[in-house]
């Protein structure tokens, strides 16, 4: 399903997030004290004994993607030699390699790293020019885990003096957190970049969210917030502490949906601020852009996703990048694309049809098909089509033919319709079921299905008739709301509207869903019905306890 054009009366429009690109200042570079690396400090024997075998017991292996002007390969640990030595597949992107990536190549990797170039005795922040740049394009493909931290690691892990062990702790921690996915994480390490004297926009994650950062004063005091955090296995305060300068910048603004992992004490004023966060992130598998995709092809059309539309699908939500609002609407609207697509349309709306056509609602119910008679029946006329693949009409036009050919010859529907009933009685019924007064020519045109016959044996010309009712215009837009809420029930629930857990066990829910889409006349955004759906309870548990 890709690029299907949608049919009346609802049209899908995707709601376009902007990204607000925020000024930048300009910001004075803050060396460590001294002109030698670093003297005295006081380093825990936990983080150097820890160093190694967590370097060693890392996760499973990812794919890794440095923002090459930010790893100072001149020294070692760095986020390179770290992640490689932790098993993982490490991709350097010089500025011309990263500036000719696409989003989709972004994000084929597991995480994206911008380093520390070993604060700014490897350069200033024009080193992250070309990453600000292309901003706009690496930005959507970060759909997983982002970390940000304000330190330089490298720096201190490869003082020719007195290493800092616990530094390729934080480093693997943080890279570990982000690659571990879902989606394309993101690890940032703000070295020297942003600590200016005041309050400094952090540029290059402005696609991202506002972020702004002050200098720390070389803050040496610090405190781990959150000691359970995956990007803080293993270490404590005192690892992360008196490193001679041991954070750059405190974090004064970040969005809301990030964590504080780590604070400071800034030496001025005691103020103990932020300098470590990172994105607070649900683990359930649905939140995956790939893989909400993948469930609504098998939830609506009952195949796996075909390559381009996964693809084109899976785009338009990580399009908004880690703006979390955007998420939300394109969620929203892709979902109910597959509704609306001409495949459903064309398959399992028409089944729905059919069986209004043939015995109206269900008794004492407000609907004309459970989910056991839905799904086999609409596997049946869905098989093997692919809307805008190759022969895909000519296949639903068969499928369909086949289909009510073998509906008609059902036990329930010949005891409904004897075949000693005349054309006029059957297709009366049908139309009467369906709860439509046809137009004269359209009653006519199903009567004639039968030609001069008296009775309705043929059983083609029954097929025929029963397909001329179902799919009447009339009939189409007078059950598309009411089809529109049982899929509700049918694709997401995976249940019948008065099943448990439905409180009352009747059609209470349904009914409200379907009073309030009607409200809207018909749009699903503002009767907010697709996205309570998708953020039940009931739903999300299908897939995470």
């Not at 609802?10 to 925020?22: E, K, T, V």
């Not at 001409?342 to 609602?361: M, P």
């Not at 009447?472 to 997401?492: D, H, P, W």
Request: aromatic content about 10%.
């Amino acid at each position: 399903m890709k690029q299907q054009r949608i049919q009346p009366p609802l049209r899908m429009a995707l709601s376009l997030a902007l990204i607000g690109l925020l000024s930048v200042t300009a910001m004075a570079g803050r060396k460590d004290a001294g002109s030698s690396r670093l003297t005295g400090q006081s380093v825990s024997g936990h983080a150097k004994r820890t160093a190694l075998a967590r370097i060693t017991a890392a996760a499973a292996p990812k794919r890794i993607l440095i923002y090459g002007p930010t790893l100072d390969n001149s020294v070692a640990p760095n986020e390179k030699t770290v992640a490689e030595a932790a098993g993982h597949t490490v991709t350097v992107a010089d500025e011309a390699t990263w500036a000719a990536m696409t989003t989709a190549q972004f994000a084929s990797y597991d995480a994206i790293v911008l380093g520390d170039p070993s604060c700014d005795n490897y350069g200033g922040i024009e080193l992250l020019a070309t990453a600000n740049a292309t901003k706009s394009v690496w930005s959507r493909a970060i759909t997983g885990s982002i970390y940000v931290q304000g330190t330089d690691p490298v720096w201190h892990g490869s003082s020719d003096d007195d290493p800092v062990a616990a530094t390729q702790v934080l480093m693997l921690d943080g890279i570990n957190f982000v690659a571990g996915g879902p989606g394309t994480g993101l690890y940032v390490s703000l070295s020297c970049f942003y600590a200016s004297e005041s309050e400094t926009p952090v540029d290059v994650l402005s696609s991202i969210g506002d972020f702004q950062a002050i200098d720390s004063e070389c803050s040496d005091a610090v405190t781990i917030v959150n000691p359970t955090h995956p990007a803080m296995a293993g270490l404590t305060s005192a690892d992360l502490s008196d490193w001679g300068c041991s954070t750059h910048e405190l974090i004064t603004k970040f969005p809301s949906n990030f964590e504080v992992l780590a604070t400071a004490v800034r030496p001025s004023d005691s103020a103990s601020l932020p300098y470590i966060i990172a994105s607070v992130r649900s683990v359930n598998p649905i939140d995956d852009a790939g893989n909400f995709v993948r469930q609504h092809y098998r939830d609506f059309l009952n195949r796996e996703a075909d390559p381009d539309g996964l693809a084109f699908w899976t785009n338009e939500i990580m399009l908004c990048g880690s703006d979390a609002q955007c998420v939300q609407d394109r969620r929203i609207n892709v979902s109910a694309a597959y509704f609306l697509s001409i495949e459903f349309q064309e398959t399992g709306y028409l089944v729905y049809r059919v069986y209004k056509a043939s015995y109206g609602n269900l008794s004492n119910a407000p609907v004309p098909i459970t989910l056991n008679e839905f799904q086999p029946d609409t596997k049946e006329i869905e098989q093997g089509v692919i809307v805008n693949q190759a022969g895909w009409e000519t296949l639903l036009e068969n499928n369909k033919q086949a289909f009510t050919a073998e509906f008609v010859q059902r036990s329930r529907f010949a005891a409904t319709y004897p075949t000693s009933m005349s054309p006029e009685a059957l297709v009366d019924a049908l139309f009467t079921n369906a709860g439509v007064l046809p137009a004269s020519s359209d009653r006519t045109a199903a009567i004639n299905e039968f030609g001069s016959a008296l009775t309705t044996a043929d059983l083609a010309a029954r097929a025929r008739a029963l397909r001329d009712v179902a799919e009447n215009s009339t009939l189409n837009q007078q059950e598309f709301n009411r089809a529109f809420v049982l899929m509700q029930y049918f694709g997401y629930l995976r249940r019948n509207p008065n099943e448990p857990p439905e409180p009352t066990l009747d059609y209470q829910g349904y009914s409200f869903w379907l009073d309030k889409l009607n409200t809207f006349n018909g749009n699903f955004v503002q009767a907010e019905m697709v996205k309570a759906f998708l953020d039940s309870t009931e739903y999300r548990q299908r897939f995470s306890p």
